[in-house]
């Protein structure tokens, strides 16, 4: 549903003369890093966008990272932009997406946008917890009033999530925990929509779940199984109302969320 509207928008700012162009920046060879880009450039040229692959080596420098960044910048083909994290070690990411033009800041991640985000403004949100909140609202799922625990607390996923899920219009009460929460089990189990964004395979299960809560699985994480979440999902299925799988869930709405940021900054360029 988000790509087809995302496809529709292309093709309107098509029709006045306006094409949009997704950026992507990736330093190295890593294997993980190498199939997100390539979904996500499939995505873009599917929804009618153009699509600029930016590869650097992995012995590349900060300088070249951050020089290849302000390229894009002052490029008018290209509408939204980002770079792919995380970059080799040596480099700092922070510094490379803060380089980034806000008006072009695709994954929502720049501090411009974060800082927007906390006063309930601003158009480019992060990807993933604007993923998130498109699969609340496609499947009508409650939150006003209802307890929200997020686990873990990045500005990636974390921290950002629990902004959109207490703001205004949205109301849930938002609890942040994470790795070194005291009784961390005693309290997903009061959540009615628990959001698992910490990293780390399985490291919540079945029995931290309240019967018939929606949960949120945002991990990938790589095993010897194949890619598998932050929820054991096999006991979690058992108990959850809902439950979004690991791989195929939060992972395409969060490629749907990027889609939808970059036509959103060219719409907002020729406004």
Do not use: W
């Not at 979904?39 to 420098?61: I, N, Q, V, W």
């Not at 072009?104 to 720049?110: E, F, R």
């Not at 779940?209 to 945002?218: N, S």
Request: proline share 5%; hydrophobic share 45%.
């Amino acid at each position: 549903m988000v790509r087809q509207e995302v496809a529709d928008r292309v093709a309107t700012l098509k029709d006045r003369g306006k094409s949009v162009g997704l950026a992507t920046v990736l330093v190295g060879e890593d294997p993980a890093s190498q199939v997100y880009v390539r979904s996500k450039h499939r995505a873009a040229e599917k929804a009618g966008m153009l699509s600029f692959d930016h590869g650097l080596p992995g012995d590349a420098t900060q300088q070249m990272v951050e020089d290849k960044v302000r390229d894009l910048n002052r490029d008018p083909a290209v509408d939204g932009m980002i770079v792919q994290l995380p970059l080799p070690a040596g480099l700092d990411g922070n510094r490379a997406v803060e380089t980034i033009d806000p008006a072009k800041d695709a994954d929502g991640l720049h501090p411009y946008s974060l800082g927007l985000l906390a006063l309930e403004r601003g158009f480019l949100r992060p990807a993933t917890p604007s993923g998130i909140m498109r699969i609340l609202q496609h499947y009508d799922i409650a939150t006003s009033g209802k307890l929200a625990v997020i686990v873990g607390r990045s500005f990636l996923v974390g921290k950002p999530m629990a902004l959109l899920l207490g703001a205004k219009g949205v109301d849930a009460t938002v609890v942040q925990a994470h790795s070194r929460t005291k009784d961390l089990a005693a309290l997903t189990k009061k959540a009615d929509i628990l959001v698992a964004a910490i990293g780390r395979p399985g490291f919540i299960d079945g029995s931290q779940i309240k019967r018939g809560a929606v949960v949120i699985d945002v991990g990938i994480n790589r095993t010897d199984e194949g890619l598998v979440g932050d929820v054991d999902f096999d006991s979690a299925v058992k108990v959850a109302g809902a439950i979004t799988p690991v791989p195929g869930g939060v992972g395409i709405m969060t490629v749907a969320s990027l889609l939808a940021n970059t036509v959103a900054a060219a719409e907002h360029a020729v406004s």
